[in-house]
Structure formats: C-alpha cells, structure tokens
T-cell receptor, first 110, second 115 residues
Framework: DAKTTQPPSMDCAEGRAANLPCNHSTISGNEYVYWYRQIHSQGPQYIIHGLKNNETNEMASLIITEDRKSSTLILPHATLRDTAVYYCIVSRSNDYKLSFGAGTTVTVRA | EPEVTQTPSHQVTQMGQEVILRCVPISNHLYFYWYRQILGQKVEFLVSFYNNEISEKSEIFDDQFSVERPDGSNFTLKIRSTKLEDSAMYFC?????????????FGNGTRLTVT
C-alpha cells in the first residue's frame, strides 16, 4: 500500500471548517483514499473514502487532486466533539488490512 | 445504529496466562478483524477472518494467537500464553463486504494489561 504523509497536529476553531491535508504521492491506480478518526480511548471510526472523484457525506467532504497525489478532508463546521486523531489511509480495498500511520491530531478549540 | 461490542473493557492477567477477548460483530457482517494499539503507538492490523477462516494475518499474529467464531454471533481472539508486550488495546472490527469498500466498524476495544 502507498505511504501517506500528514501533519502531526493542527488546531481549529469551533464552528469553522477544518481542512486536513494528506500526501500520497506513490498511490497507484487501484488504491483508494480512506479517512478514519480515533477519538480518545475509542475505536477508529470510518469517515469517508474516495478513488478519484470528490466525495461528500454527512460527516465530511473529501477532495482528491486530479493527479491523486494528495487529498484534503474537510470538516465543514468543526465541533469540540471532532477533537480526535485523523488517519489518512491508502489501500486497495477496505476489506483488507488497513495500515494506520500516526495521523493528525486535531484539536478543536472553543 | 448497530455497533460492534467488545468484552471485557479491561482485562488484567498474569504473564503466561491464557486470555480470550470477545467481540460481537454487527449481525449481518461477514468480515471480521482484530487490530491492536500499544499505548502511544499506531493501530496495527493483526488478522482478518472470512467464511470461517483466516484470510490474512500480520507478522504479529504468531502461534500464540488464534481466532474463532464459535457461534453465529461471537468472534474471539485468544492469546495462549501472554507476554508483557501483549499489553495493548485490542480492537475488533467488522464489515458487511456486501459492496466494495464497505467501511470497517470498530468496537471500543479491550484494554489488556499483562503483569
């Protein structure tokens, strides 16, 4: 699976959009970009995934660049409950072992 | 919303003892997983299970580990002879596999402490 690079941490103001970048320059054509998050002491939670088109669901939006070498997860209106570690994972399939990196620790401040 | 449940939430055991961690996956799911997270470290894949057999396992999942689906609802991870370095959070996950890229649903984990 391709390696991903994420900033170790970022802060966000409550109510503002949080934009979380991820670089995956070695992604191959059949690999998807997945985002999970882990709120303190809980199990990872699926957020969203995409192949090459932008995706949106009730939790977030995923913007993938045209060359697929990077992506951005957007939390449109961050709340204090969005404080978590966010993981960007590249994998051929979700029904497959997921390689979690260190992720980005996002702190939402009031 | 249905969820993956794990018991116990915290297990303390002595080195060399056997432990069984239990999971009840979401009822219509077909794919099952165990991951672990040593304190302060990354979440690591251990094993995936489908159609009553292991489909993939990591190098961590050695002969001391085994998984079983003893009935239609439970999925267990057994560690035969625990070591200090087995202390970690163990997460069970499941997915329905009914469509490509069905998301994994994780439980909230069992914290295993080996003394």
């Amino acid at each position: 699976d391709a390696k991903t690079t994420q900033p170790p941490s970022m802060d966000c103001a409550e109510g503002r959009a949080a934009n979380l970048p991820c670089n995956h320059s070695t992604i191959s054509g059949n690999e998807y970009v997945y985002w999970y998050r882990q709120i303190h002491s809980q199990g990872p939670q699926y957020i969203i995934h995409g192949l090459k088109n932008n995706e949106t669901n009730e939790m977030a939006s995923l913007i993938i660049t045209e060359d697929r070498k990077s992506s951005t997860l957007i939390l449109p209106h961050a709340t204090l409950r969005d404080t978590a570690v966010y993981y960007c994972i590249v994998s051929r399939s979700n029904d497959y072992k997921l390689s979690f990196g260190a992720g980005t620790t996002v702190t939402v401040r009031a | 919303e249905p969820e993956v449940t794990q018991t116990p939430s915290h297990q303390v055991t002595q080195m060399g003892q056997e432990v069984i961690l239990r999971c009840v996956p979401i009822s219509n799911h077909l794919y099952f997983y165990w991951y672990r997270q040593i304190l302060g470290q990354k979440v690591e894949f251990l094993v995936s299970f489908y159609n009553n057999e292991i489909s993939e396992k990591s190098e961590i999942f050695d002969d001391q580990f085994s998984v079983e689906r003893p009935d239609g609802s439970n999925f267990t991870l057994k560690i035969r002879s625990t070591k200090l370095e087995d202390s970690a959070m163990y997460f069970c996950a499941s997915s329905d596999g009914g469509r490509i890229n069905s998301p994994l649903h994780f439980g909230n984990g069992t914290r295993l402490t080996v003394t």
